[in-house]
């Protein structure tokens, strides 16, 4: 298999002053709900639904055990953004030592994707992230937000993180096999706004 290279930003705010949110799409009846009860059957059909175009691959493998024990760990969160009761995409945050909170996963299903959900389910995910301490109580307050994003993902995210005040503070670039995206499954057809 050929490889290529893959650049890597991460980006941080270091302050809830930091985040500059986006306005709720105008027309649109979208709500963000979290996913209180644990489900690795929910979890894994947003990540498969939203990273299968974009080669998120890391978590396929999983067994249902897996996705159950880091779902049920203190401080792990998911926000669903629906469409008119579909969901529309997902935001997870993941609280790590010293009061830092990774957004791990973002991202919208593609069939949603260009419509504005996408700042305004980051801007809810970031200050759900700054606010984490306040749902889980033997966490510590957040001091710092961070994700990262690299060139395979969607091409308007690094405008949005930066457009919602997430700074960058670190760049890498590593060779990755060139493995076709699984897409959300076998032989489907990414639908396009």
């Keep these: 298999m050929s490889t290529s290279p893959v650049t890597t930003w991460s980006l941080e705010q270091t302050s809830p002053g930091d985040l500059l949110p986006a306005a709720a799409p105008e027309g649109d009846d979208i709500r963000v709900?979290?996913?209180?009860?644990?489900?690795?059957?929910?979890?894994?059909?947003?990540?498969a639904s939203v990273g299968g175009d974009i080669r998120w691959i890391?978590?396929?493998?999983?067994?249902?055990?897996?996705?159950?024990?880091?779902?049920?760990?203190?401080?792990?969160?998911?926000?669903?953004?629906?469409?008119?009761g579909t969901p529309a995409g997902y935001v997870e945050l993941e609280p790590q030592d010293d009061g830092?909170?990774?957004?791990?996963?973002?991202?919208?299903?593609?069939a949603f994707r260009g419509r504005r959900i996408g700042g305004h389910l980051l801007s809810y995910g970031a200050a759900r992230a700054w606010d984490l301490a306040e749902r889980w109580p033997e966490l510590p307050p957040t001091k710092r937000v961070w994700l990262h994003t690299c060139t395979r993902d969607g091409e308007h995210a690094m405008a949005n993180y930066q457009r919602r005040g997430f700074t960058l503070f670190d760049t890498k670039v590593t060779e990755e096999t060139d493995a076709p995206a699984p897409g959300p499954w076998p032989g489907a057809t990414v639908p396009t706004p």
């Design 58 to 84: 890391d978590r396929l493998s999983w067994p249902y055990e897996r996705w159950q024990e880091h779902l049920g760990r203190p401080g792990v969160e998911s926000w669903v953004a629906y469409d008119r």
């Design 33 to 47: 709900v979290r996913a209180e009860v644990p489900s690795p059957e929910f979890s894994r059909f947003l990540y």
């Design 100 to 110: 830092v909170v990774e957004i791990v996963y973002f991202g919208l299903i593609p």
